[in-house]
């Protein structure tokens, strides 16, 4: 891509309500764009970034033989009532009437959807276990929308859900998925915790959090400082008792909560720390299969409810999550997996002839390669172009300068900000 002709209106001013690094540098670099609260456009750079986090997690879920679907945005109410979320769900549920009275929900999540795909389809314990996922748009109309792309109220999702003939089957799938979860995380570049989580709204037993380790997070986490135990300290708390109000982050010691801050697990200590949840998976067990009446007949010849689980991942927060972990005043850093561009190719003063010659042919030779790789060959100074690189956070900028004079270029690495001279002649190879 030419800078010169690409979309990526970068600013100096934040959003005036903008507190998180996310939210101010992935707005000032171009990124998104808000259209309302808890509503963002997604401008080239944040489009590519998506889709490369999108892209990592299609392969993790062939991996596991999970199928990819998709349902439909709307949701016709009549399945909300059949499960008896309708209510439950709350003011989070958008509800409207389309021009037959008829009244509609747009999906928050898509449980009652994949049941209702499922049921009637699947009838014998021979087709399972099935395993199906969508990357969707989400909408929850959220008390307080806030921190850019971190709580949104429309946002992208990756739902999953599988299906079951017992107990067991349930387990492992879920053991292959916890897995697969780690391995996204992993390769996106991120530091995390798998954590115990509370079931919440949805119900069911065994629930684990991904929570990306960062000082923004809004979810508080206790952790083990000698093996991988971790918990959201909702799991300590009686929420119910609690209250929907009840700030969480505001507990700051382990041993108010609990009682004392021994590890269930082994002889280690826990402390609290923050979290962004990033994903979500638990054991639905038999919840929307039993009120939506979808059953299959097991060995026997007997009707049975299908054994679920869940499987949720939110792919616009993880854009965030990663630049919570990864900036620094100037700007962003992209991981290797999740970099818009990897390369960066500045040309310094596009009047110099040479540095223009060697810019383009570099260019041109990373294009062959399939190298995601962006050329500055606007007219601007060096210095804003720079800065504008920084904010933008390209792993590596290629400096072809007055330098090449001598024969030199540099390679300015975003994440350490060191620069290292190269001889222009071994640049591509570099
Ligand atoms: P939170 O506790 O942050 O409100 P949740 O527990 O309500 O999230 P889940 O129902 O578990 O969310 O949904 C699965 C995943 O979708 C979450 O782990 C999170 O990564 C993502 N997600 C949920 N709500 C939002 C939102 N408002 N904006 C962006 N991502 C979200
Ligand atoms: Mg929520
Ligand atoms: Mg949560
Ligand atoms: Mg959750």
């Known amino acids: 891509m030419r800078r010169s002709k690409a979309f990526i209106p970068t600013t100096k001013e934040a959003p005036s309500d ?25 401008m080239p750079l944040a489009k590519k ?15 596991v033989g999970a199928q990819e679907v998709e349902l439909s945005f709307v949701a016709p109410s009549d399945l909300w009532i059949e499960s008896g979320r309708i209510d439950k769900f709350g003011k989070e549920l958008l509800r409207f009437y389309d021009r037959k ?3 509609f929900v747009l999906g928050p999540t898509h449980e009652e959807m994949m049941v209702d ?7 014998s314990y021979k087709n399972l276990p099935l395993n199906l996922y969508q990357i969707k748009t989400k909408f929850r109309d959220e ?31 879920f053991n292959a998925l916890e897995d697969a979860y780690k391995r996204i995380i992993k390769r996106l570049g991120l530091d995390f915790r798998v954590v115990e989580a509370d079931s919440g709204a949805i119900g069911g037993t065994g629930s684990k959090e991904l929570m990306v380790l960062a000082d923004s997070g809004e979810d508080t986490i206790a952790v083990c400082d000698k093996c991988e135990y971790g918990a959201n300290i909702e799991v300590f708390m009686d929420m119910e008792e609690l209250g929907e109000d009840f700030d969480a982050s505001s507990v700051s010691d382990i041993k108010e909560l609990k009682g004392d801050d021994n590890c269930p697990h082994c002889d280690g200590k826990l402390s609290l720390t923050k979290g962004i949840e990033v994903g979500h998976i638990f054991k639905l067990g038999t919840t929307y299969s039993k009120a939506l009446k979808a059953e299959f007949l097991d060995e026997e010849g007997k009707s049975k409810p299908f054994i679920m689980g869940t499987y949720g991942m939110g792919v ?8 919570e972990q990864h900036h620094d005043e100037n700007g962003c850093i992209w991981t290797k997996e999740t970099a818009p561009y990897t390369i960066n190719i500045m040309i310094s003063n596009v009047k110099d002839e040479a540095q223009n010659t060697l810019g383009e042919e570099l260019y041109l030779k990373l294009l062959g390669e399939n190298i995601e790789v962006m050329i500055d060959d606007r007219k601007d100074r060096f210095g804003f172009k720079m800065k504008d690189a920084e904010l933008i956070g390209f792993p590596f900028t290629v400096i072809i300068g007055k330098e ?5 270029v540099q390679i300015f690495n975003r994440a350490t900000r060191e620069k290292i001279s190269v ?8």
């Not at 998180?20 to 609260?37: C, E, K, N, T, Y």
């Not at 970034?49 to 991996?63: D, G, L, Q």
């Not at 090449?404 to 030199?408: A, D, F, T």
Request: charged share 25%; net charge positive.
């Open 101 to 103: 009275e008829k009244l």
């Open 49 to 63: 970034v998506i889709r490369k986090i999108e892209n990592v997690i299609h392969e993790e879920m062939a991996n």
């Open 18 to 42: 903008a507190v998180l690094a996310s939210h101010i540098f992935l707005s000032r670099a171009g990124f998104i764009s808000q259209v309302a609260s808890g509503l963002y456009s997604y």
């Open 423 to 430: 001889p222009s002649g071994e640049i591509y190879k570099k």
């Open 404 to 408: 090449l004079e001598n024969g030199i």
């Open 117 to 123: 795909l499922v049921r009637n389809r699947i009838t």
């Open 143 to 173: 008390v307080r929308p806030r921190f850019g792309l971190m709580r949104g109220r429309e946002f992208i999702m990756k739902d999953g859900y599988s299906f079951h003939a017992s107990v067991e089957d349930l387990d492992r799938e």
């Open 316 to 323: 616009s927060r993880l854009v965030a999550a990663v630049i």
